[in-house]
């Protein structure tokens, strides 16, 4: 897997959700730290995305596209706040 930030997520994350999600604000589950999707430390293959967190590196996010379905899941975000 491929490391990027989380700019990358433009993309995919735009096929679920309108506007800039990776200007988003997450918070992780596991160290509460808040910070932009843009500054998750990503690891990309094809089309399956990790997105991490920058300081303690727990999984926030999973995106993986599969034909015209893209699975979204969010398991290590407690609190996802986008600008309108």
Known sequence: MQKLDGNVL?????EVMTGDATSA???CVHCGDVAVIAQA???ADGSRFVARC???DSVLLTIVEAGDDVRLTMT???AFTMPV
């Open 76 to 78: 290590g975000v407690t």
């Open 54 to 56: 920058r300081r303690c």
């Open 10 to 14: 433009a993309g995919p994350l735009s």
């Open 25 to 27: 604000h997450a918070r």
């Open 41 to 43: 430390v990503v690891y």
